[in-house]
């Protein structure tokens, strides 16, 4: 089992809606979990981080957090074609600082 | 906010030779950098832990020998391909987090692109 999993895509939604990007990790005692996004031949950019249990909003961001059930997400509200990317979930394991990624979602908003 | 910065964004080198790569945290101190590569499609792997005034720590399959990295101070950490083949042609991407906290976000460099021929 990978250490941070998530479903490849490509994710297609329409300009305006809601896209729901998920994430699985298997390290229990993971501690810190972040959302970067990533265009082609570009560096990641965070996006989110959120450390406890429940949501956490920023902007049209919401990320969401599940440790019982070792799940992440990431909800962009009115989605607009400059959000299409890729979209990593990072997750690091406790007091180490390292970052752990999946392989990454990649979105496409469609006009 | 936190900056790191990257040199060279990209690079190509004939197989055989070294490369280096160079990664600053511009507006704060880094005591930990780690450094990733990128394939084409791929996620992040990480590659290796620099830690300031000692020996790297590397992930299991990344050899030590060819991917030196040397972190002399807490603003500089550089990674140096040896002797490159082809098959080290990828994008490696440097990372630091505020040395305040292991919970802090990284932020990462613009990465390096690299093409042995």
């Known amino acids: 089992q990978k250490e941070v999993e998530q479903n490849s895509g490509p994710l297609s939604v329409p300009e305006g809606a809601i896209a729901s990007l998920n994430c699985t990790y298997s390290?229990?005692?993971?501690?810190?979990f972040f959302w970067y996004r990533q265009y082609s031949g570009k560096s990641p950019e965070l996006i989110m981080s959120?450390?406890?249990?429940g949501d956490k909003e920023d902007g049209r961001f919401t990320a969401q957090l599940n440790k019982a059930s070792q799940y992440v997400s990431l909800l962009i509200r009115d989605s607009q074609p400059s959000d299409s990317a890729t979209y990593l979930c990072?997750?690091?394991?406790?007091?180490?600082?390292?970052?752990?990624f999946g392989q990454g979602t990649t979105l496409q908003v469609k006009p | 906010g936190a900056v790191v910065s990257q040199h060279p964004s990209r690079v190509i080198c004939k197989s055989g030779t070294s490369v280096k790569i160079e990664c600053r945290s511009l507006?704060?101190?880094?005591?930990?950098m780690f450094w990733y590569r990128q394939f084409p499609k791929k996620s992040l792997m990480l590659m290796a832990t620099?830690?300031?005034?000692?020996?790297?720590?590397?992930e299991q399959g990344v050899e030590k020998d060819k991917f030196l990295i040397n972190h002399a101070s807490l603003t500089l950490s550089t990674l140096t391909v040896t002797s490159a083949h082809p098959e080290d042609s990828s994008f490696y991407i440097c990372?630091?987090?505020?040395?305040?906290?292991?919970?802090?976000?990284?932020?990462f460099g613009n990465g390096t692109r690299l093409t042995v021929t």
């Open positions: 507006d704060f101190q880094a005591t930990t």
């Open positions: 620099s830690n300031e005034g000692s020996k790297a720590t590397y």
């Open positions: 990072a997750v690091s394991p406790s007091n180490t600082g390292k970052l752990i």
């Open positions: 959120i450390y406890s249990n």
């Open positions: 390290d229990r005692v993971s501690q810190s």
């Open positions: 990372s630091a987090g505020q040395a305040s906290s292991y919970n802090s976000p990284l932020h």
